[in-house]
Structure formats: C-alpha cells, structure tokens
T-cell receptor, first 117, second 115 residues
Framework: ETGVTQTPRHLVMGMTNKKSLKCEQH?????MYWYKQSAKKPLELMFV???????ENNSVPSRFSPECPNSSHLFLHLHTLQPEDSALYLC????????????????FGPGTRLTVL | AQTVTQSQPEMSVQEAETVTLSCTYD???????LFWYKQPPSRQMILVIR??????QNATENRFSVNFQKAAKSFSLKISDSQLGDTAMYFC????????????FGTGTRLQVTL
C-alpha cells in the first residue's frame, strides 16, 4: 500500500450503531487530518493531529471521537450519529508542523462514504 | 475568518480547448498560500498547483497556470489543452501562514471535458 489509505470505503449504519473509520498513511508523515465533505458544501476540517497530539478540533460534535495511536494511524469513532452526518469523510496527512510559518503539502486518502439511516 | 468562493458550480470544455475556473477569497492577512486541488471521480484529492501570496509571479505546472490578483483577492485556474483526464471536481483552497495546517476550501467546480 502506498500513500494514504482509508477503510472501509463505504459504510451504512443506523443511528444507534457504533462504528470506526480507519486511516493509514505510508508516507512517513507526522500530521494527520479528518475532513467532512458534504454535497454542495466546502470541505470542513474536523480534527488535526500533529505528532500524535490533537491540535485542532473544529467544533465537532462529541458523537465523533478521533484517535491517533501513532503517527501512521488515525481513527474516527462514530456513535449515535444523525442522518445529516451522512457524507464523504476524507483523511489527509502531511509532514508535521514544527513552526507556524511552515507549509507542508497535505496528501488525501480516497475517503469513506458514510450513510446514516 | 477566511472564506473562499467558487461561483461556477459546473463547467464544460471541449478536449484541447482552454478553460478558466474562478476563485475569490476574503482575508485580512497579508501572507498566505492559495491552492487548486483536483478530485477525480475516484475521489482521491490531489494538489494541482500552489501559489504563495508574497510571490508576484503566477505559478505554472505544465498545462495548469493561475492568475493571481492579490488586490482583487482573485485566484483563477487556467487549464490549457484540456484532456479527458482533467474531468474532475476542482477546489480552490486558502491557507494562512499563521495556521499552516488549516485549509479553507471553496464549494468546488465540476469540470467536464468532452470530445
């Protein structure tokens, strides 16, 4: 596997289910991101992890719970979701941020298409 | 807060022709980056081109070039000699150098390249 991979690619779940999305990067990066992509809306940044530390939580509801056990893996745990949470969830990674002025290109995974019934 | 606006939800261009996608943004910052990302139907988003705000020269990457107008806060993407593989969603994005990890995206333009 190369680049950024995400599993599963498609997920259908009921509002009372608990599920997890997985992201893995094979690029040696130290920063990872979760984005939500809904139809006709801009991509929304959800969470950022930099060297395994969460540095950004963009006012995401608590029914979304991220976990970053190491620099290569990022999870998004889902519980009691709502139908409006149905979207494409994209993971990305980049070199870790050591300073606020630096730019590091983000590489995206293919996404998980989530449908909440 | 920064905003990015793409006013063209859909565009179509014939193969080998040139097309320009529009993007405007709003910021009070002086130093920032601007990007165009491409998301083909397979969904993997890839970076097409990047522009640093402090550089006056417009960025180019092969058939892709930008027209960066800092005073007008405009950042359009020109695709020359369009190819069928250019069919995709194109997203304009902004990044403030003070928060280097935070990308703000526009709503995207769906480009269809036809024969």
């Amino acid at each position: 596997e190369t680049g950024v991979t995400q599993t599963p690619r498609h997920l259908v779940m009921g509002m009372t289910n608990k599920k997890s999305l997985k992201c893995e990067q094979h690029l040696g990066h130290n920063a990872m991101y979760w984005y939500k992509q809904s139809a006709k809306k801009p991509l929304e940044l959800m969470f950022v992890y930099n060297f395994k530390e969460q540095t950004e939580n963009n006012s995401v509801p608590s029914r979304f719970s991220p976990e970053c056990p190491n620099s290569s893996h990022l999870f998004l745990h889902l519980h009691t979701l709502q139908p409006e949470d149905s979207a494409l969830y994209l993971c990305a990674s980049s070199q870790g941020q050591r300073g606020s002025e630096s730019y590091n290109e983000q590489f995206f995974g293919p996404g998980t298409r989530l449908t909440v019934l | 807060a920064q905003t990015v606006t793409q006013s063209q939800p859909e565009m179509s261009v014939q193969e080998a022709e040139t097309v320009t996608l529009s993007c405007t943004y709003d910021t009070s910052e002086n130093n920032y980056y601007l990007f165009w990302y491409k998301q083909p139907p397979s969904r993997q988003m890839i970076l097409v081109i990047r522009q640093e705000a402090y550089k006056q020269q417009n960025a180019t990457e092969n058939r892709f070039s930008v027209n960066f107008q800092k005073a007008a806060k405009s950042f359009s993407l020109k695709i020359s000699d369009s190819q069928l593989g250019d069919t995709a969603m194109y997203f304009c994005a902004f990044m403030n150098t003070g928060t280097a990890s935070k990308l703000t995206f526009g709503t995207g333009t769906r480009l269809q390249v036809t024969l």
